[in-house]
């Protein structure tokens, strides 16, 4: 079967837009398998910028097919405004299919994102405010809504008024109907027409959002998403067997970066920070929030690879390293006087670890134009030789800037026959 999963190492914002843009170009399909609008990434092409949010990045070619999984929660309000903006700028949007089974994010979750964030106060997660938690809980708790449902008027109704605690308006009823009519000829049991395309050996590219420490198993509890970005989440949020899932590609920055509150070992701040904040454009697509900045942290990465089976890397925003001297890179923490190579799962435990860091030269030279392996300077291979070594995963994607020909590919990503 012919699919490749891209999936996050970080805490998201490594540039999965960036290689999933340049992947999408060689996919048949493109699917999005959990979160919702939580998600977001602005796409560069023919000098016009687009952020996507909601709508996979498959959309900006006619023959692709777009798939929004069963696993995502979706604000179909929001759904219908990204769409109208696409197609305001000439893009057509007919071939989105979305999962009868995911679930609708409706105005009363982002309600309770506020109000959840205001009851925690200093312990707040730092959320989007796109009501993505309460969503996924009313759907845990089996109190939520699928698509499936949400496009037939009495269904929504009938929905509606069993959130007695949430009383809907008529003006709001309104706008939830029209929504559904709009959305109503794309939703359709997405996992059958996937299976098929994976019986035809299409080429199904897997577009995770967020990154595996967002992750609500693996990530870094309680500061983490509701959702499971990881590979092992896919045949899940899809309806697909686990077999299919087998090239993953781990999207990493040369650094790290965090938005939200949570703890992260390696984070620094200062002037250094700044300069890399400035240098690398580090600030949400979504909220606009400046991110923190730290240096990359190969125990994250380990583990990352453990949880999503990389098997190969993409490594963003090299480039931004520029002048920085020496390049730090954590190898291990130090927990109670012990050395460690994993994560805790306990945040309390996690939030005691010391980073243990080696050091590199850093390099000079504007790499912004290399466009070769070979032609990098002896530094920053060496810096990339490291990231092989320490993680035993070979790099597939160097990123020198955020345009597409700012890309040095050194694998044939879906080449299977
Ligand atoms: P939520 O997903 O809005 O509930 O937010 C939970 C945590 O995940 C917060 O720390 C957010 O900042 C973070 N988060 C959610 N989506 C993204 C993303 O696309 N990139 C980076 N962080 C994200």
Same mark, same amino acid.
């Given at each position: 079967m012919n699919t490749i999963t891209v999936v996050g190492t970080q805490w998201g914002d490594e540039g999965k837009g960036k290689v999933t843009d340049y992947l999408a170009q060689k996919a048949d399909y493109v699917v999005r398998y959990q979160g919702g609008n939580n998600a977001g990434h602005t796409i560069k092409f023919e000098g016009k910028k687009y952020a996507l949010h909601l709508i996979p990045s498959g959309i900006f070619k006619p023959a692709c097919i777009n798939v929004m999984g069963n696993g995502m929660v979706i604000n179909p309000l929001a759904l219908c405004e990204e769409l109208e903006g696409l197609k305001k700028a000439g893009i057509a949007t007919k071939n989105l299919k979305i999962s009868a089974a995911a679930h609708v994010v409706l105005p009363v979750h982002l309600r309770l994102d506020h109000l959840s964030e205001e009851r925690k106060g200093s312990n707040s997660v730092g959320t989007t405010f796109r009501g993505i938690g309460p969503a996924y809980t009313d759907k845990a708790s089996r109190t939520g809504i699928r698509m499936g449902d949400f496009i037939h008027p009495h269904r929504l109704k009938r929905h509606l008024k069993s959130m007695a605690s949430a009383p809907c308006e008529d003006t709001l009823y309104e706008q939830l109907e029209a929504a559904a009519t709009a959305l109503r000829p794309l939703v359709e049991n997405t996992g059958e027409c996937l299976y098929k395309a994976l019986l035809e050996n299409k080429k199904v590219l897997f577009e995770g959002a967020q990154g595996t420490? $967002?992750? $609500?198993? =693996?990530? *870094?509890? &309680?500061y983490v998403t509701s959702s499971s &970005? @990881? #590979? #092992?989440?896919? #045949? $899940?949020? @899809?309806?697909i067997p686990p077999q299919a899932i087998h090239e993953v590609l781990g999207v990493t920055k040369a650094y790290t970066t965090r938005v939200g =509150?949570? !703890? !992260? #070992? *390696?984070? !620094?701040?200062?002037n250094l920070a700044d300069k890399i904040r400035l240098q690398g454009h580090e600030f949400g697509t979504t909220t606009q929030r400046p991110r923190r900045i730290g240096w990359l942290d190969l125990v994250v990465l380990n583990h990352a690879k453990r949880v999503n089976g990389l098997t190969s890397l993409a490594i963003m925003l090299l480039d931004v390293l520029q002048g920085v001297h020496p390049l730090k890179v954590c190898v291990a923490y130090q927990l109670d006087g012990q050395r460690i190579n994993d994560i805790p799962s306990s945040i309390d435990d996690y939030q005691r670890v010391e980073p243990v860091y080696i050091e590199l030269d850093g390099f000079n030279d504007d790499i912004s134009s290399v466009k070769h392996y070979e032609d990098l300077p002896k530094p920053a291979k060496t810096y990339l030789k490291t990231i092989e070594t320490l993680t035993g995963v070979p790099i597939g994607i160097i990123s020198v800037g955020p345009s597409r020909e700012q890309t040095i590919v050194l694998h044939d990503y879906f080449m299977k026959k």
């Open positions: 420490m $967002l992750c $609500l198993d =693996h990530g *870094t509890y &309680p &970005p @990881t #590979a #092992a989440s896919v #045949a $899940l949020n @899809t309806g =509150h949570g !703890f !992260f #070992a *390696t984070e !620094f701040s200062g």
